[in-house]
């Protein structure tokens, strides 16, 4: 660390070693791409060097967007950029639609390739569990995209909850969601089964699991019974796509827009949970973690992707007097949250890799939350409780 030199990233965290540049690839140049060329930017001790996009001509446009010279990006697939070994790549983000996690993760991994990987994990917990053998293989750092993570407010939640203020946790309940908000805004990615594979469930849902599992340090799931809808997305007139496109949306959607379901945990703990792409409703509820000595209220936000608007409240005893105690907003300094969100995102993934210490988002967790997303649409496709069992590794 001799060399290390005065730069630290725009949130003002740690100085940065910058004499090793990381060389980055970018699979995928959708719309979240964008959030991720943006925060590498402005890390000291980053070098884009190349992208790809299954469209032609795709990748191509958005690096020139960005004005960066010298990336390559004539690639028909991530297996052609990932098997240019001119690249040298020290590590990818993987920002495909939810069907196109798996594959460019696992082959990325095997590739000795350290790897970023967008939310939701994957589709089915089964192709998670390959994408967790291929990281143990590897030895490489995969990280999932989670940055509400990165939020010192969800940071809150977890320290309140592990502080022991509210004892024994027996009961949560949690979800959110929109009222007309089924993201298709830049075409049918998220809508159609062939790309997305899983809607509201995956999409928001993952958050809002995450906010209480991460919280209560991921307790195992055990048994699920599960409800997915899709009401909205397949009704023709639903007045949250554009006027031109409802028809055409409508056929396409092969999805759940609405989910619901009750989950066991060990521990003996409940969780309730409900997710909405579309109602009609203003919310499904504020997230509530109950426990023995105090519960807490977590006002509900569309979803959970960094966002805390309201005060939390605690609700205990002090000298056996019924009290409440509001938890203050946490304020980010220095502009737009999701910015900030997103460096601390691509810093703590950098960071990791760096310095080998373990992803900031790891598998290890997000598998019991894929296995619940898992767990909900195996279950109402059953229409019964199903146990959810998760491999060791
Ligand atoms: N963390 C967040 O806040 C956040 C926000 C939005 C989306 N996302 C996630 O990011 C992912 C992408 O979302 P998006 O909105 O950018 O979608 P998008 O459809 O706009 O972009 C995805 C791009 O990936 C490309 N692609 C797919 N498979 C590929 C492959 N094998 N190789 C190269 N390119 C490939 C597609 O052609 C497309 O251009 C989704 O899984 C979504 O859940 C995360």
Known sequence: MSQLNSF??????????????????????????????????????????AGCDLVPGKAEEFFKKYGIEGAKTDYASHKEMIDDKSL?????????????????AIYALDAGINVLLEKPFTVTLDEAVEVMKAEKRSGKVLSIGFQPRMDANMQQIKKIVQSGVLGDIYYIQTGGGRRRGIPAPFGT??????????????????????LVLNALGYPKPLTVSGYTSSFFGKDPEYSGYAEDKR???AEKFGVDDFAAAFIRLEGGIVLDFRIAWAMNLD??????????????????????????????VIYHQVSGLDTQTEVPIIETTGGDLLVYLFDRKIRTFLDACKNGTPAPVPSSEIIYNQAIIDG????????????IEVPEF
């Open 376 to 387: 909900i649409v195996k279950s109402a496709k059953l229409g019964r409780e199903v146990e």
């Open 8 to 49: 630290t990233d725009r949130t003002g965290g740690a100085k940065i070693d910058t004499s090793k540049k990381m060389r980055i690839g970018i699979i995928g140049c959708g719309w979240i791409a964008n959030n991720h060329m943006e925060a590498y930017l402005a890390q000291p001790d980053v070098e884009i060097v």
């Open 189 to 210: 990615s998220f809508i159609a089964d062939e790309t997305a594979g899983i809607g509201a469930v995956g999409d928001i849902g993952c958050y809002s699991l995450d």
């Open 283 to 312: 919310t499904p509820g504020d997230t509530i973690i109950m426990g023995t000595k105090g519960s807490l209220r977590i006002p509900s936000t569309e979803c959970w992707n960094g966002s805390v608007d309201k005060p939390m």
């Open 247 to 249: 028809k055409a949306y």
């Open 88 to 104: 040298a790549l020290d590590a990818v983000s993987i920002c495909t639609y939810n069907r196109q996690h798996a594959a460019p």
